[in-house]
């Protein structure tokens, strides 16, 4: 059939052109099975033993194996590296039993010497460790006892432990290559024992992947025994807007941190799928400065949270996807209690509690004063996460119930301490996230880096404190948290908003899209590409 | 002097940066502090090592020095040299900015003459009109206007030379027209002036060719202030090149700056802000230079 359309004569030398050139620019006949992810920043430093991002682990995850595994699905840990491990009475020793048929990248041997190596590289201050020195609670010694045992020494109890050594960034390295590198140029040749090897990282650029043909020694959280990709390539999209794009014009497979709207939309072309990945830690969530007046009184603070319909929030500004949260962890943590949940909204209890702590509207202007003073409220929202638009709604809720309510917005994190040691604040938006439970401390314990909701209270802190402590019985540090979550919504202490959900649209050929405990890192060794 | 003058505007680009980075970004250490995962003491500790505890007149005078000496110090993040991690995205932006100018400069002066000689009509007011979208109308939307009309151009499995042009032909042209209107304004502002001028009357009355005329009596006099401005441009490309990284994830300088200030690696974005300063001074002494050599009546003044 003939095409009736035309074609500029322009055009047609333009393809004349390309397809001359066209054949020497390819250059493998046969191209290997590539997957192409998106990552949504291109980080400065992606050396997991020294540098801090979320976003390394989502390569680096597959090009190092564990001591051990934590199991998605169960929350318990498995064999990794190491194939069983014995923890003290006390609670201070770990004894790892070594596998025996490890190699790495490079072909040396994993043991426990190289064990003992990949700490000492992490806690070497002048490496300048920026997380993994400080996921190793008090640890005062590694023991070598033998070729394939090893043991942690820790100075004080830390449950966290094996939490930390199932994270890439504890994750095993060949020490020839840590020696050979050092600190600044190991990041562009890494070399672990996973199922993918590191093939090359062009800043800003890609960071290239290679099927790792020898792995023998996955754990039992990996389905396959090796991978069916043989090579994922990872470039970077820090702009919102262009990730979006970027999956439509079939330039990368997969990417995370997709707007709601755009993976509504994707989802509904039936070329891609969205998977909705839920992230342990805190939810967003805002503390209430129990310092400052008028949030110093606990019927305020109670009233405030019966004066706002949260699941009306989270759909309003997050869309389809995120659940409501219902207290201080978000529900895929380890210790969240199902049985407290948060009160409902109630609009006549709300009037009722802010009545009986004296604030009441005498002049009619639709804001409630005390002995002369209004009913004024500031919240501090940092510029991430949606966290504005949330605040702009908290707003027009606390408004509807008498309440004068300034809205100021921190942008970035420096910017929000300091309006924090400012003080002038009412509610403040902060969270962090983890598998481990263990991250309440930092905000709820009066000793916290960020309790910044000034509440003290012994009891708590007591029972953060046991709970961070309880290694060898899990079930009481599950009760601990329970008793932390009472204590935090019987205080009013803060007001959950919506369980962070990292939306993650992969197009429909790709298969097997599993992440880990923590939420952002895929099993690159399950996925497999349908033609 | 010119030299002293730009040496001069360098100096205080590269202060303003240290002390504003200092002053308004965030803690370099707060991304870490964020994590919960250190505790104070051991903040502080990385604090000293970084020597970010030391006082601000301090590290001031230490990097003033470096400077001279060429040495823009070390990441915060990787400890690489700041001046390797800068030369590793250089060729990625130099490239795209060279093209981008190119387009910009053959772009604008296409624009501007049609605008001026055909005044009036539909192709000198298209001209026109197109010249001044150009500069409405931001990068940023552009970009991605052009990213979505060219992805069955740019999806899986096309050759490598369509994704080479997607890697700089498209956002050089993309950069590139942005300034090509601004240029084309100024070309045809004073190409219009000079054509009116009596002296291109006279030249019509001895009978010099049309082309000949436009291209040497008109054009000549109106390009020095097309050239400052392409120099001017030369500048801005370099920072529209931030806005051209991003939307095409490409490598370069703009987004290590992006990403240096985000995370507070001072070091890096320092050094990105004054090498960008020598490059803007650079460039203006250029068009001082180059707008000398083109108006023998600047010379006399000057």
């Not at chain 2, 192709?123 to 010249?131: D, M, P, T, V």
Request: glycine share 8%.
């Amino acid at each position: 059939m003939r095409s009736d359309r035309t074609y500029h004569p322009l055009l047609l030398l333009l393809a004349a052109l390309l397809a001359a050139l066209a054949p020497a620019c390819t250059g493998a006949p046969e191209e290997p099975v590539t997957l192409r992810y998106g990552l949504t920043l291109a980080p400065t430093g992606i050396d997991p033993h020294l540098n801090a991002s979320a976003e390394l682990g989502i390569p680096l995850s597959s090009v190092y194996d564990t001591l051990v595994f934590q199991d998605p699905q169960t929350g318990d840990f498995v064999p990794g590296l190491a194939e069983r491990w014995t923890i003290s009475a006390d609670g201070l020793a770990y004894t790892f039993d070594l596998r025996r048929d490890v190699t790495f990248h490079d072909g040396t041997r994993f043991d426990a010497a190289a064990v003992r190596a990949n700490i000492e590289y992490v806690l070497n201050p002048d490496h300048h460790s920026q997380k993994a020195a400080f996921m190793l609670g008090s640890l005062e010694a590694v023991e070598v006892l033998d070729e394939y045992t090893v043991r942690l020494v820790l100075a004080e109890p830390y449950a966290p432990l094996l939490d930390s050594l199932s994270q890439v960034y504890l994750g095993m390295a060949s020490p020839e290559a840590l020696e050979t590198w050092g600190p600044t140029e190991y990041q562009f040749h890494q070399v672990g024992s996973g199922p993918y090897r590191f093939v090359e990282y062009i800043p800003n650029d890609h960071l290239t992947l290679e099927r790792n043909p020898e792995y023998a020694w996955g754990p039992s959280i990996y389905e396959a025994d090796q991978a069916a990709i043989e090579r994922v390539v990872f470039t970077f999209y820090e702009d919102l807007a262009t990730r979006a794009i970027a999956l439509q014009s079939g330039e990368i497979d997969v990417i995370g941190e997709i707007q709601p709207r755009d993976a509504e939309r994707l989802e509904q072309s039936g070329d891609f799928v969205t998977y909705p990945v839920r992230i342990p830690g805190q939810p967003s969530q805002f503390l209430f400065n129990t310092l400052q007046a008028p949030t110093d009184d606990l019927r305020v603070r109670q009233a405030l949270t019966r004066a706002v319909d949260r699941a009306a929030i989270v759909e309003t500004v997050f869309g389809i996807f995120s659940p409501v949260a219902e207290g201080p962890l978000s529900a895929v943590t380890i210790g969240f209690d199902p049985g407290s949940p948060y009160p409902a909204m109630d609009l006549q209890e709300a009037a009722a509690l802010l009545t009986a702590a004296g604030w009441i509207d005498g002049d009619g202007d639709g804001v409630r004063e005390r002995e002369g003073q209004p009913f004024s409220l500031h919240i501090v929202a940092p510029n991430w996460g949606s966290n504005p638009e949330v605040a702009q709604l908290l707003q027009a809720a606390w408004e509807e119930v008498g309440a004068s309510v300034t809205v100021e917005v921190a942008a970035g994190f420096g910017a929000l301490k300091e309006l924090q040691a400012a003080g002038e604040y009412n509610l403040i938006g902060v969270n962090f996230f983890g598998a481990d439970p263990d991250l309440l401390r930092t905000t709820l314990s009066s000793d916290g880096l960020y309790s910044w909701s000034g509440y003290r209270d012994a009891h708590l802190d007591e029972t953060l404190l046991e709970a961070s402590r309880a290694s060898l019985d899990p079930d009481r540090r599950v009760a601990l948290y329970a008793e932390a979550a009472r204590i935090t919504r019987d205080r009013a202490l803060l007001l959950p908003i919506r369980d962070y959900v990292n939306l993650v649209v992969a197009s429909s050929r790709l298969q097997g899209l599993r992440f880990s405990t923590q939420g952002w890192f895929p099993q690159l060794i399950d996925l497999r590409l349908a033609p | 002097m010119r030299c002293l003058h730009g040496l001069l505007t360098a100096w205080a680009a590269v202060t303003v940066t240290f002390f504003g980075l200092r002053l308004g970004a965030g803690d370099p250490l707060a991304g870490l502090l964020a994590q919960g995962l250190a505790s104070p003491d051991q903040a502080e500790a990385l604090r000293h090592g970084l020597g970010l505890d030391r006082p601000l007149a301090d590290q001031y005078l230490s990097f003033l020095a470096g400077l001279f000496k060429g040495d823009l110090g070390h990441s915060l993040y990787t400890g690489l040299p700041v001046l390797r991690v800068i030369g590793d995205q250089l060729p990625s932006t130099a490239a795209l900015a060279t093209c981008g100018l190119a387009v910009a400069v053959v772009g604008g002066l296409m624009l501007g003459t049609l605008a001026a000689w055909r005044k009036g009509s539909l192709w000198g007011r298209s001209a026109a009109s197109a010249a001044a979208l150009a500069t409405a109308l931001p990068v940023s939307f552009t970009g991605i206007v052009a990213i979505l009309a060219f992805s069955n151009l740019l999806a899986a499995g096309a050759p490598a030379i369509l994704t080479a042009l997607r890697q700089l032909a498209l956002p050089a042209l993309v950069l590139g027209i942005a300034s090509a209107g601004a240029i084309g304004r100024v070309v045809e502002a004073g190409l219009s002036q000079s054509l009116a001028a009596p002296y291109i009357a006279a030249a019509r009355a001895r009978g010099i060719p049309a082309g000949s005329r436009l291209l040497w009596h008109a054009l000549r006099p109106a390009l020095p202030p097309a050239v400052s401005l392409i120099a001017l441009e030369a500048a801005y490309l370099l920072s529209g090149t931030v806005v051209t990284e991003t939307v095409f994830s490409r490598p370069g300088l703009g987004r290590l700056l992006v990403g240096a200030i985000l995370q507070g690696d001072y070091p890096v974005a320092q050094g990105v802000v004054a090498l960008a300063a020598l490059f803007y001074t650079f460039s203006h002494v250029l068009a001082d230079l180059l707008s000398l050599a083109l108006d023998p009546r600047l010379r006399r003044e000057g």
